[in-house]
């Protein structure tokens, strides 16, 4: 269980919730893992939902909390609510602002800017863990280059030249990422990115790793009362989470490229956890999917200190904690969205 920004998550799988007078009370098997004054809570969201008591969700309805449910995976399920108040209002802020291109771009260079600056610490700690496995001047280069591209972010007010920007970093740091393949060279290497279909075992790995983080970041989106599918950076485009792509755009480098690299690394895939198509794209095979998944959720179960609230969170609660960010932003009560700068 985890109380952040006037959200608990219960992220223990198997918890059943129940009322105790003003309580949220956690049974697990009959057993008491926790309870919880309700008064200062905004919302619940329990992964790996086994139940809820009517008499609770009555509670939370009447007092406007939001009860949310989502698979372990962090796929979104439901939300139980009472009468809609904060998140209309905020639903509709974030679409007046999606219509303006200038409020549109001073949001988005935040999402941008941590994307980048993960990255280029990414690149830094390569040249300092291994500095005689990689071209450490051209990685001091890169970010080098990274720097200043950050600079030009910062003020960027169009998001035309903030993708470009954006495309620029990403070129630079491409060229790069396949030196930071130290293990399995022969069988795993990257030149470029390659979607629809994957064409190598390592854009399998990343595509998948890439549709992971956006379920989490649009569930986490979900939670907060905001519209995963109406984006700032990303336009509207129909069946597209433009918002979820937007928000894990901070997470991409330093959570999914850096957990893909791992698997790598550490030898934890092989070549035969992959299949050539005729058409030459490159598939994960049923068993190495679910290595991948069952290594994904441990990831995101590891603890880490949360850069801007200081607080000890795991990993697969980071997109939540952006989502209230962005949340409060976009109500006025921070000035600034507040990028995930990880070092």
Not at 9 to 25: K, M, R
Not at 28 to 52: C, D, M, W
Not at 120 to 146: G, I, N
Not at 180 to 201: A, K, V
């Amino acid at each position: 269980m985890k109380k952040l920004l006037n959200t608990l998550y219960i992220t223990q799988p198997a918890v059943y919730l129940s009322l105790d007078g003003d309580n949220i009370v956690l049974l697990k098997e009959q057993e008491q893992l926790g309870r919880f004054p309700l008064h200062n809570l905004e919302s619940i969201v329990s992964f790996g939902y086994t139940g809820a008591s009517p008499a609770l969700m009555g509670y939370c309805a009447d007092r406007n909390i939001s009860l949310l449910f989502l698979t372990l995976n962090g796929r979104f399920l439901a939300r139980v609510i009472g009468q809609s108040k904060g998140n209309v209002v905020l639903r509709k802020k974030q679409y007046i602002l999606s219509e303006n291109e200038k409020q549109s771009a001073q949001i988005s260079r935040n999402f941008i800017t941590g994307k980048i600056y993960n990255q280029k610490w990414m690149l830094e700690r390569m040249t300092r863990d291994y500095p005689l496995r990689v071209d450490v001047e051209q990685f001091k280069a890169t970010s080098q280059m990274l720097s200043s591209v950050l600079l030009d972010v910062r003020e960027c007010e169009q998001l035309e030249r903030l993708r470009g920007l954006e495309g620029q970093a990403a070129i630079h740091y491409n060229r790069l990422f396949n030196q930071m393949i130290l293990q399995q060279n022969e069988d795993f290497y990257f030149h470029s990115r390659s979607r629809r279909p994957p064409l190598d075992n390592v854009n399998a790995m990343l595509s998948l790793a890439y549709t992971l983080l956006a379920h989490d970041t649009a569930s986490a989106l979900e939670a907060v009362g905001l519209d995963a599918y109406v984006g700032f950076l990303h336009r509207d485009r129909p069946g597209r989470a433009s918002l979820a792509l937007d928000l894990m755009e901070e997470l991409r480098g330093v959570f999914a490229d850096k957990f893909v690299l791992s698997l790598i690394n550490k030898k934890l895939v092989n070549k035969d956890d992959f299949l050539l198509k005729e058409n030459g794209a490159v598939l994960m095979t049923d068993e190495a999917r679910k290595k991948f998944l069952a290594a994904w959720q441990s990831k995101k179960q590891e603890s880490i200190t949360h850069p801007y609230l200081g607080e000890k969170i795991s990993w697969g609660l980071v997109p939540h904690a952006q989502a209230l960010l962005l949340a409060r932003h976009l109500r006025n009560d921070l000035d600034e969205y507040p990028p995930f700068l990880w070092k």
